[in-house]
């Protein structure tokens, strides 16, 4: 089963809200989905971005893909630089494990 990070949109015909989910990537855009991460609402000016950082690299580490919006935001909120210092310090520890 291949995951996804995407959008899934809610609102209003002309006040689109909507929620970033981890679902299966051949689900339909607003059908079932897994968990809800974030909210992006683009009305406000300006826009809101939410994400939950932790659940965010939770998903990327289990090998979800986001799709092009979403990687974006992610990158403005510093999901993908956070997960690289912590593999970053992940490795670091197993380095000073084995020579020991």
């Known amino acids: 089963m291949s995951l996804r990070i995407r959008l899934q949109r809610k609102g209003k015909k002309t006040k689109p ?26 009305i406000q000016n300006p826009y809101i971005v939410e994400v939950n950082v932790d659940k965010a690299i939770y998903w990327l580490e289990q090998g979800a893909q986001p799709t092009n919006t979403v990687k974006s935001f992610l990158y403005k909120k510093g999901v993908f630089y956070k997960k690289h210092l912590l593999n970053g310090f992940q490795k670091l520890i197993l380095e000073k494990k084995i020579s020991k």
């Open 17 to 42: 809200f909507y929620s970033i989910v981890i679902a299966n990537s051949k689900s339909p855009r607003d059908g079932k989905f897994l968990e809800k991460i974030g909210i992006y609402n683009p």
